[in-house]
């Protein structure tokens, strides 16, 4: 663990660094860097699974409290199957790393007006914890906001910024377990409302729509976020300009970030939760926030994922594997995908990295 003499060697090198650096070109790949390594057993459950409410029950919803809402959901037969039932679907997997945590945590919610999808993933010594303290609060903050149904994307801005100031506010509590100086998470988060996907995230999460054809049965699909990582032209160019780069590391040739001419911090995201220390070389917590319009002609469905699941299942093969059901069966899509990885996870014993 970095402690504050560290922080201050971090600091004067960066400051070096910058005076040293001159304007110079630097080629940007056009490939978004993804994983090629792999994820292993220990399945996780749902952080929250919360349900449906019966059409008479929703002004009885609407009259109550936070409070009240919780009291009524914790006395609802938590059954995972019934999220299947509208359409939804979550799978996930710890990777093969030793004396580690699963470092993704993942909510499903939804209720008459709604639907909540969340995904992060942890990275360094306390990532799991953050991960989880993160994908608890970020929904607790959305949920108990007023605004939420009238100005959606207000509502996720001001909860990912009080999840900032709730991490700050742990580590000047000196609680370790969250400390935020060399770890971190990525965060996603996604509201389906009427017609309207909003997404607010940090880091790498990917986010997919599936588009249907008007003239034939084929799939077609488009990806929403724009990862962020350090082969972005506009991440990377911040992180030169702060005093960091970005360089390749040989043992799985993935682009990471580091002060220049040292050995760390080794980020393979641009932007996340917590890792203090990397800001002084252009890493950022800043979220992207934006809405996507729902063409019910041709938008079949969402997906959801790490980047490292794309190690061992094409996109366009989930988009197949899921356009074969209906939302009444997506659990059967889910299975079929996650018996693929772990056909992958038997015959590789390399394969590392957790995946949703």
Not at 246 to 267: N, S, W
Not at 320 to 345: D, G, M, Y
Request: with cysteine.
């Amino acid at each position: 663990m970095l402690g504050d003499e560290s922080y201050k060697a971090i600091k004067e090198i960066v400051e070096e660094s910058k005076q040293q650096q001159t304007k110079r070109k630097f080629s940007v790949s056009t490939n978004l860097v993804e994983s090629t390594e792999a994820n292993t057993l220990h399945e996780k459950e749902t952080s929250f699974a919360f349900y449906d409410l019966k059409e008479a029950e929703v002004d009885c919803w609407l009259s109550k409290n936070i409070e009240e809402k919780k009291a009524y959901f914790s006395q609802k037969n938590k059954d995972k199957s019934l999220i299947f039932e509208v359409g939804m679907s979550s799978f996930c997997m710890k990777g093969r790393e030793k004396d580690t945590q699963n470092m993704l945590d993942y909510v499903v919610y939804f209720d008459p007006f709604s639907k909540y999808l969340s995904l992060f993933g942890g990275n360094g010594e306390c990532g799991h914890a953050i991960a989880n303290c993160v994908s608890k609060f970020l929904f607790k903050f959305l949920i108990e906001n007023p605004v939420l149904h009238i100005h959606t994307l207000k509502a996720m801005q001001d909860s990912f910024k009080r999840v900032k100031f709730l991490l700050k506010k742990a580590y000047f509590k000196q609680d370790y377990k969250l400390d935020t100086r060399v770890s971190g998470t990525t965060a996603l988060a996604a509201v389906k409302m009427r017609d309207k996907i909003y997404i607010s995230y940090v880091g790498d999460i990917l986010v997919f729509v599936a588009k249907k054809s008007k003239i034939n049965n084929t799939y077609t699909t488009i990806s929403l976020t724009k990862p962020h990582v350090p082969n972005r032209e506009d991440e990377r160019r911040r992180i030169y300009e702060n005093g960091g780069e970005v360089r390749t590391d040989p043992a799985d040739e993935i682009e990471r970030i580091y002060v220049r001419g040292r050995v760390y911090p080794g980020l393979r995201v641009s932007r996340c939760f917590g890792n203090d220390y990397a800001t002084l070389i252009g890493v950022r917590n800043e979220a992207e926030h934006f809405s996507y319009t729902i063409d019910p002609l041709t938008d079949a469905f969402m997906i959801i994922c790490t980047p490292s699941l794309l190690g061992y299942v094409e996109i366009q093969d989930m988009v197949n594997i899921f356009a074969s059901f209906n939302s009444k069966t997506v659990q059967i899509a889910t299975e079929l995908i996650a018996n693929k990885i772990r056909s992958a996870f038997v015959q590789n014993e390399d394969l590392m990295e957790d995946l949703a």
